[in-house]
């Protein structure tokens, strides 16, 4: 009975044990069968999208055909119809991985490496229990590496490289027992390197680069006895490279740079690494010499210890490594000479890099024997002595950087035998005599500096060969003569600078067929004549200098020019263009100026005053009838005088602050006009022809004569003038003409008001300055009152007299008029006072009239 009852409560709680198992059923194995295999290839299918190479695969994978025969899928020999290796590298397929994976319980290899898939490892994976490789690189996969991966005891590779996962290094890949390659590199993995690693024993390659990881590396490290390749590269790690890694004499590529290890590299580092092919530890710390037992490594072909603090001097046994090819000291504290091991045919170097250290001494003829030599830098050490001519023996050559040194002597003559050069550095010595004609048949070079040295003579028009140049600097030197015009032909040139030279002669307007060219310095050199206007094609220039020279005439106002700043042609004195260059205004600018003007005047300004000139001779006409003349109150005598005396250039550059834009008040054919205060306190207009325009010099004679004889109180004075073979000014008595832009409008409106006070003061013969008109009275004031009722009391006397047959009615309504039209056109607001249209209807209005009263 006890018995029954234990079985009956047994049932109970397996069957609740099964409600609540259901959810976790699902992704549990199910009885494997070539047709699970099937459907979970399919499902696998449905997850993804197919572009690029694998749009096949739609139709491929079809259920008309076996499984095993499908694009990608490999089945087990051994177990028919099952599925063993799943591979479609590099199909351009896109979309996340299927948990039903996991259903593949036969699977051994899984290589989906250079696709889109993105998403979690599903944890489904770790069902997979014969995997042995799980190559997933280049994708877009995302979070932390699935614990359940762990569950796969079988795995000997995992390469995971270039995705986006996260977290920090599993701890658990220890127990990963067969793990032989471990790639997690170029992820976003941070924290530490987890101590437990070193455990993994059976590790041969381990790659951790291009992640986010810190610390130090363990010291467990040195138990990876079978470790062959250790990859670090690009992390924040620090500290000291742990020594016991220098005693695993199964390594053969230790790739440590990127990082902020210090210290010191053991000094029998090398002794206990008879396989290690590889050495990179550029970019760190490091400090202390280069340990002399590297030459022990008979294997090493690639040495990397640029930009670290290495002192001391190269050691010599590096000269006896039989397979180095690469070799890289650049950035560090080295000094003394290159060994001349070094320079010695026994070695067949490819890449040598010595640049930015301490080093001196000569080049040796030696360096010749360097036949496979493809790069050599020693730039930016203390190196003298001539370049050998023994370096064009160097036929493999491709780069030559010798700039930053204390060369001398001449660039051998025999340097256009190099014609794999694609670089050749040269720049910063003190090289002198002439370029080698030879240099311009190098048709592979691409970059070519000589700049900052003596060099002389004529840049040679064979310049045209080197199609193929993309940059050349020549600056600082002593070239001479023009710049060829065969440089336009170098099509693929994006950087030119001649500066610092003494070229001459015109810009060649072949520049214009640089259309690549981003960078043109023709700063500081003797080249005359006009910009030429082809360099607005240089659309893509985004540097342009061409100041300190002795060019002249118009600036270009196209392409790079529409942005140019004044110091880009600074020094250049016969240039003109827009103001904001701060150079003078064109002689086309300036008679499209005077050209406006003329067209104001002859439209708006000329009617008014001929139809004024012809009412005050015809006025004049009847008063001489009428009686005899009545003297003016006013006489030339009356007209004050200014004493004329001399005036020097340097006084007039004084007065007008060495003729300034502030100062400037306008401009003519012939010449500009600047405002200016002499020592004196004298406000003075200065006149300053243009002596470059054919009919200055006649021009200043001629305003001398009429100026000089002419006397009338509505002309400006002549003060002195000024007159060298440079410069031609007449110095004239400053007229204010401030009510022009009274309130700060500035509209053609000003001249009405001119002219409406001349109006005013020709009829009543009473000029704005007389006497009798104070500051709380002005003429215009004083004739506004006067109006309408006293309009004969202000006018002149000759024309409010009485004649026999005159209407004097009509002649005081006509005297009116013409005194309200001079108020109407001197309203202090310019937007009231009339316009010149106006003016012209009203000045004929009067006109007829008083011919109509003189005909009755």
């Not at 002198?432 to 190098?442: F, K």
Request: net charge positive; glycine share 8%; charged share 15%.
């Amino acid at each position: 009975m006890m018995l029954m009852e234990r079985l009956y409560k047994a049932s109970i709680v397996f069957g609740v044990a099964l409600v609540f198992m259901q959810p976790c059923m699902a992704s549990l194995p199910v009885p494997t069968s070539n047709s699970t295999d099937q459907l979970a290839l399919l499902a696998f299918m449905n997850a993804i999208n197919v572009q690029g190479n694998g749009t096949f695969l739609r139709s491929n994978w079809s259920e008309k055909s076996g499984f095993c025969d499908w694009y990608g899928v490999s089945c087990s020999p051994r177990h028919a119809q099952r599925v063993r290796a799943l591979r479609l590298l590099n199909m351009g397929l896109q979309g996340t991985i299927s948990l039903h994976i996991g259903n593949l319980s036969f699977l051994e290899v899984i290589d989906l490496s250079g696709n889109s898939f993105y998403g979690r490892l599903p944890q489904e994976i770790g069902h997979l229990h014969r995997l042995k490789l799980l190559i997933l690189e280049r994708n877009a996969l995302e979070g932390r590496v699935p614990l359940n991966l762990f569950q796969c005891q079988r795995l000997e590779v995992l390469v995971l490289q270039r995705n986006n996962f996260t977290g920090g290094i599993p701890k658990e890949l220890y127990t990963l027992r067969s793990l032989r390659t471990l790639f997690l590199g170029s992820n976003n993995f941070t924290g530490t390197i987890p101590a437990s690693l070193g455990n993994a024993s059976s590790i041969k390659w381990l790659g951790l680069e291009g992640n986010h990881i810190e610390g130090t590396v363990p010291p467990e490290f040195d138990q990876l006895i079978n470790l062959e390749g250790l990859n670090l590269y690009d992390n924040h790690l620090s500290g000291s490279i742990p020594p016991g890694i220098f005693n695993i004499s199964s390594i053969s590529q230790l790739l440590l740079p990127l990082n902020n290890f210090s210290g010191s590299l053991p000094p029998t580092a090398g002794l206990l690494l008879p396989n290690l092919s590889w050495f990179q530890v550029q970019r760190n710390q490091l400090s202390g010499n280069i340990p002399s037992h590297l030459s022990n490594c008979s294997k090493l072909f690639r040495l990397l210890l640029g930009e670290n603090l290495f002192t001391g001097q190269i050691p010599a046994s590096l000269g006896q490594l039989p397979s180095l090819k690469t070799l890289q000291l650049f950035n560090n504290k080295l000094t003394g000479q290159i060994p001349k091991e070094i320079w010695s045919r026994k070695v067949n170097f490819t890449y040598l890099d010595f640049s930015d250290n301490f080093l001196n001494g000569t080049i040796p003829p030696t360096i010749g024997e360097l036949t496979s030599l493809q790069r050599l830098y020693l730039d930016n050490n203390n190196v003298e002595g001539s370049v050998p001519n023994e370096i064009c023996e160097m036929t493999s050559l491709g780069e030559l950087s010798l700039q930053g040194n204390k060369l001398s002597g001449s660039i051998p003559s025999c340097i256009g035998k190099l014609s794999n050069l694609r670089l050749l550095f040269l720049g910063s010595n003190k090289l002198g005599s002439s370029i080698p004609s030879s240099i311009w048949n190098l048709e592979n070079l691409l970059f070519l500096n000589l700049s900052s040295n003596s060099l002389g003579g004529n840049l040679s028009t064979n310049i045209r060969s080197m199609k193929a140049l993309g940059s050349m600097d020549l600056s600082g030197n002593q070239i001479s003569g023009n710049i060829p015009l065969a440089i336009g032909a170098l099509s693929s040139l994006t950087s030119l600078s001649l500066s610092g030279n003494l070229f001459s002669g015109l810009i060649p307007e072949s520049l214009g067929n640089l259309r690549a060219l981003n960078y043109l310095d023709l700063s500081q050199n003797n080249l005359s004549g006009a910009i030429p206007k082809t360099l607005e094609a240089l659309s893509s220039l985004l540097y342009f200098n061409l100041s300190l020279n002795m060019l002249t005439g118009e600036i270009p106002t196209g392409g790079p020019f529409a942005n140019l700043a004044a110091n880009a042609i600074k020094g250049n004195v016969g240039l003109c263009g827009k103001p904001i260059l701060q150079v003078s205004l064109c002689r086309n600018e300036l008679k499209s100026e005077n050209s406006k003007r003329r067209t104001f005047l002859l439209k708006y300004i000329l009617p008014p005053l001929t139809a004024l000139v012809t009412l005050a001779a015809f006025l004049y006409v009847l008063k001489k009838y009428r009686r005899k003349n009545v003297p003016g109150p006013h006489s030339l005598d009356s007209i004050p005088t200014i004493e004329h005396k001399p005036i020097t250039y340097q006084e007039l550059r004084y007065a007008t602050n060495d003729f300034c834009d502030a100062n400037f008040i306008g401009a003519g054919s012939y010449g500009s006009v600047y405002k200016g205060k002499l020592l004196d306190g004298t406000d003075v207009a200065v006149k300053v022809l243009n002596l470059q325009h054919e009919g200055a010099f006649k021009s200043f004679d001629v305003e001398c004569r009429v100026l000089r004889a002419a006397l009338h109180r509505n002309l400006v004075k002549v003060i002195s003038t000024c007159s060298n073979p440079d410069l031609r000014a007449l110095v004239l008595q400053y007229m204010s003409n401030g009510k022009y832009g009274h309130e700060g409008w500035v509209t053609a409106r000003g001249d009405m008001y001119s002219y409406g006070i001349m109006l005013l003061e020709i009829f009543t013969r009473k000029k704005p300055t007389d006497e009798v008109f104070t500051e709380e009275q002005s003429l215009r004031q004083w004739v506004s009152v006067s109006l309408p009722d006293r309009v004969m009391e202000i006018v002149d006397n000759g024309l409010a007299g009485t004649e026999e047959g005159r209407d004097m009615t009509a002649t005081e309504a006509n005297l009116l008029a013409i005194m309200e039209l001079g108020l109407d056109c001197s309203e202090e607001s310019p937007n009231q006072r009339c316009n010149i249209k106006e003016v012209v209807v009203k000045l004929n209005k009067i006109k007829l009239q008083i011919l109509c009263n003189r005909v009755a």
